[in-house]
Nanobody, 119 residues
Framework: QVELVESGGGSVQDGGSLRLSCDASTFAYCIAWFRQAPGKEREGVARINSVRAVYYAESVKGRFTISRDSAKNTVYLQMDLLKPEDTAMYYC????????????????WGQGTQVTVSS
């Protein structure tokens, strides 16, 4: 069983920044951030594996940065140049297999943290 606890969400203005944290109970998993806005499908935002290979959705490339602190079992999502369309509930997710994150089928989910960007 892997426990994931997100933090760092909040409300910011257009162009602002936030850093989300995902505290994981283990390091030996690939970790991803997903988001879901009301009335929209869930979207994979970024993911990182244990050797720090990363992937970003086109919609966040150049604005978001995913990283992990192995000593703390924590994955971060630094979000800069935020836009109103980034408003969503953000979820941390973990999977043993990278491809399972790519198809939106992680093994574990966190509870989510809300990000709201106002114009």
């Amino acid at each position: 069983q892997v426990e994931l606890v997100e933090s760092g969400g909040g409300s910011v203005q257009d162009g602002g920044s936030l850093r989300l944290s995902c505290d994981a109970s283990t390091f030996a998993y690939c970790i991803a951030w997903f988001r879901q806005a009301p009335g929209k499908e869930r979207e994979g935002v970024a993911r990182i594996n244990s050797v720090r290979a990363v992937y970003y959705a086109e919609s966040v490339k150049g604005r978001f940065t995913i990283s992990r602190d192995s000593a703390k079992n924590t994955v971060y999502l630094q979000m800069d140049l935020l836009k109103p369309e980034d408003t969503a509930m953000y979820y941390c997710a973990a999977a043993k297999i990278w491809a399972n994150l790519a198809i939106g089928r992680p093994d574990y989910w966190g509870q989510g943290t809300q990000v709201t960007v106002s114009s």
